[in-house]
């Protein structure tokens, strides 16, 4: 089995990637980054065989195109083991209006016809090989949060809520969030971006130095597989099949 996630930026990937190591037990195996940025590009998890890609994108207005890339390079695979089977795409709820726009613009470069209907929910995704004529890929659009407009990280901050100490960080992270948007008019004017702030501000706390590994240490401490916001949120991501690896 061969997948690949889609998603926004670097912290939306690092989160993806936390959430297949820590619930669902894969294994880190490597990264690609951008020579001239040193922007994380992709990491590659592997389980039993199977492996997952997971790809920033560097905003959501990008993910279209490098969707098309990907479907171009499906287009030219000429090996079965080249293919993947599964394609993910993650994206923050960041207007009413939002997903309708994303979708409407995967269609222009996909060719295809999705709606909002077919976010969060399991479709298909037929789309053209020069060997082997048409392939079908497992194709998942996750919305998050799926019930009112924010960011990813809103999700991550809930489920981070594990006793009185860390609910009280992350609402006092939040006030001194709003205090600075509410004050100027320069920062922050994105409602999407105020989760992002208060999940960044929450980690400046937990870990000020923010040493090689130190986030990661924060994350592996909590219990990930039984975490009933993870469980609600993110179990799309439980795709791994025994019976076809």
């Keep these: 089995m061969k997948a690949v996630v889609f998603c926004e930026g670097t912290t939306d990937l690092l989160m993806i990637q936390f959430v297949l190591q820590y ?15 040193n922007r994380l590009m992709k990491r ?18 990008n993910i279209p195109d490098e969707v098309r890339r990907f479907q171009e390079q499906m287009e030219y ?10 394609v993910i795409i993650l994206i923050d709820h960041d207007t009413v209006d939002s997903n309708k726009i994303f979708v409407d613009k995967l269609n222009e470069k996909l060719q295809t016809n999705f709606n909002e209907r077919d976010i969060n929910v399991d479709i298909k995704w037929k789309t053209d090989n020069l060997v082997f004529k048409e392939i079908e890929l497992d194709f998942y659009i996750s919305c998050l949060p799926e ?6 990280e809103s999700v991550m901050l809930e489920a981070l809520v594990t006793d009185d100490i860390e609910e009280n ?14 004050n100027q008019d320069r920062y922050l004017q994105r409602k999407s ?12 706390i937990r870990t000020p130095e923010e040493k090689c590994g130190e986030r990661s240490r924060v ?14 949120s993110f179990g799309f991501l439980d795709i791994y ?5």
Excluded: H, P
Excluded at 44 to 61: H, M, N, P, Q
Excluded at 219 to 232: F, G, S
Excluded at 241 to 245: C, G
């Design 44 to 61: 590659i998890l592997v389980k039993d065989g199977a492996k997952i890609e997971i790809r920033s994108c560097g905003g959501i207005t």
């Design 219 to 232: 994350l592996r401490a909590y219990d990930w597989k039984n975490n009933e916001v993870l469980n609600k």
């Design 147 to 152: 019930e009112e407009t924010g960011a990813i």
């Design 169 to 182: 960080l992350v609402n006092n992270s939040e006030k001194f969030i709003l205090y600075i948007r509410e």
């Design 23 to 37: 619930k669902y037990g894969w294994k880190y195996d490597g990264f690609v980054e951008n020579t001239v940025s």
């Design 77 to 86: 695979s000429t090996k079965k083991e080249e293919l993947f089977d599964k």
């Design 241 to 245: 099949d025994n019976d076809n690896k």
């Design 193 to 204: 971006l105020i989760a992002k702030a208060v999940f960044n501000t929450y980690f400046a």
